[in-house]
C-alpha cells in the first residue's frame, strides 16, 4: 500500500509544538480529515510514545491545526485547533490553544493566506473557530519574511526567538441568552463545589480563552509550587483532579454529563489551582523569589500537569485578576498597570487584561500577552493512503 503525503509545516508556538495544515489540502468530510490527523500525530498509541506519528505523546505536543482564508469582514484567517489524545481515537476540538496560536499569524504569512509588509509588525486578524472569539497578532517582519529569530525569551523555551504580542478579544458572552457562553456560566464569580469524599470546594468557573475552572491549591491537598513530577506521578490526585474537573463542566453547561466530559472532552474545561506567592526552584533550575510574583499558579492539560502554562490559561487567570469576587482576585488582582505576574513550573508570565462593569456584569474587553513562534519543519507529513484522500 501506497503513502499519502499532505503538505504540512511543523511550528513551535508559545510553549508547545504542532502541525499546521492549510484547510484546503486536507478532506473536508470531518470523519476523514479526523482520522487522517490522528494517523498524522500518531494516535491512538497503545504504548503512549507516539513512535509512528509527528506527536510527542504530551499535551503540550500532540496538536494539530488547521488555518484558511477567511469570509469575515474583520478577520482575516480562520483558525481551528484540535487536541489529539495520546492513547484515545478523540480529537477534542472544543476549545483553543493559546501557545499555538502565535504560530498562527506567522503560518498565515508563510502560506499565503495573510499579506504583510516587507519591513514592521504584520497585523494578523484571526478568528478562533473553536470559540468563536477574535484574535490580534502582531508578527514582526525583516526583509520580507517573517522575523522568528530575536532575543525574548519565554520561561518553558530554551531558546530566545521574536517577540510576538497577542491580543485575545471580547472574551464575554456575546448577549445572545447562552448561559454556557457568558463570562461566568453560573451567574457567579465563585460557586461551591460539592466533591464525593473530598467535601466542599470553593471554585470560580470562567469562559476567557477556553472554559477554565479556577481553584485554590489547597483544595486539592497543594501548595502551588508544585512541578509536574510533583503531580503526575499520583494517580490518585490526577484522578481527583479529573472528578473536579469533569463535575464543573457539567455545572458550566458544556456536557450533560461528568463521564461525557471524561470520555468525550478532554481538552476543555482546563483546571488550574492558585496560590499565593512562595518562593520556589523552576523546572530549569532557576530560583523564582516570592518578589518576582503576584500568586502562583499550575494548570492540568489532557489529565497531566502542564510543564509550563497554556496560553489560554494565562487569558482566564488575567481576565479573573479583572474581576471582583473570583479566586485569582482574592489572592491577587492586576496592578495599576493592569497585569499580573504569576509563576508556573518553567519560571514567570506577565499577562494584562482590561475589564469593565455595566453595574451589574462585568466583561473583558480584552486581554494581552506576548509569546514566540517559530517554523521547525516545512514540507509533507506521510499517512498509509487508506487515512483517506487529501485535498479539496
Not at 238 to 260: I, K, N
Not at 309 to 322: C, E, F, L, P, R
Request: one cysteine or more; charged letters at 20%.
Amino acid at each position: 500500500m501506497k503513502q499519502t503525503r499532505i503538505a504540512a509545516t511543523y511550528m513551535r508556538g508559545g510553549t508547545s509544538k504542532g502541525v499546521f495544515f492549510r484547510a484546503e489540502d486536507l478532506p473536508v468530510e470531518r470523519d476523514q480529515r479526523d482520522q487522517l490527523l490522528m494517523r498524522v500525530i500518531g494516535s491512538p498509541d497503545r504504548y503512549g510514545k507516539h513512535i509512528d506519528g509527528m506527536g510527542g505523546a504530551t499535551s503540550s505536543t500532540s496538536k494539530v491545526v488547521i488555518v484558511s482564508r477567511s469570509s469575515r469582514s474583520d478577520s482575516d484567517v480562520d483558525y481551528l485547533f484540535g487536541a489529539v489524545a495520546v492513547g484515545e481515537p478523540v480529537i477534542d476540538w472544543s476549545g483553543n490553544c493559546g501557545n499555538l496560536t502565535s504560530a498562527v499569524g506567522p503560518f498565515a504569512i508563510h502560506a499565503g493566506l495573510v499579506d504583510a509588509p516587507s519591513d514592521g509588525v504584520g497585523i494578523v486578524r484571526i478568528w478562533q473557530a473553536n470559540i468563536q472569539r477574535r484574535i490580534i497578532a502582531h508578527v514582526p517582519m525583516a526583509g520580507g519574511s517573517v522575523q522568528e529569530i530575536g532575543d525574548f525569551e519565554l520561561d518553558g523555551v530554551p531558546f530566545p526567538a521574536a517577540e510576538i504580542p497577542l491580543e485575545f478579544l471580547d472574551l464575554a458572552s456575546d448577549g445572545a441568552g447562552d448561559d454556557a457562553g457568558a463570562m461566568f456560566p453560573s451567574g457567579s464569580p465563585v460557586d461551591t463545589l460539592q466533591v464525593p469524599g473530598a467535601g466542599a470546594m470553593e471554585v470560580t468557573l470562567i469562559n476567557a480563552g477556553n472554559p477554565t475552572i479556577l481553584i485554590h491549591a489547597a483544595s486539592l491537598g497543594l501548595t502551588g509550587v508544585e512541578l509536574q513530577k510533583d503531580v503526575n506521578d499520583r494517580p490518585e490526585l490526577l484522578a481527583l483532579a479529573e472528578v473536579v474537573r469533569a463535575q464543573c463542566a457539567v455545572m458550566m453547561g458544556l456536557v450533560g454529563s461528568a463521564a461525557e466530559a471524561t470520555a468525550k472532552r478532554p481538552h476543555t474545561p482546563k483546571l488550574a489551582f492558585i496560590a499565593h506567592p512562595a518562593s520556589y526552584t523552576a523546572s530549569d533550575g532557576k530560583r523564582i523569589d516570592t518578589g518576582d510574583v503576584d500568586l502562583l499558579a499550575r494548570i492540568f492539560s489532557m489529565g497531566q500537569l502542564h510543564h509550563a502554562m497554556t496560553g489560554t490559561g494565562a487569558v482566564a487567570i488575567a481576565a479573573a485578576a479583572a474581576i471582583p469576587g473570583t479566586i485569582v482576585h482574592q489572592v491577587a488582582p492586576l496592578d495599576a498597570q493592569g497585569f499580573i505576574r504569576f509563576g508556573h513550573p518553567s519560571g514567570v508570565l506577565r499577562v494584562g487584561a482590561e475589564a469593565m462593569s455595566d453595574g451589574s456584569d462585568w466583561s473583558v474587553r480584552k486581554v494581552t500577552m506576548s509569546r514566540s513562534a517559530r517554523r521547525l519543519m516545512e514540507g509533507w507529513v506521510c499517512v498509509p493512503a487508506d487515512c483517506g484522500s487529501a485535498g479539496r
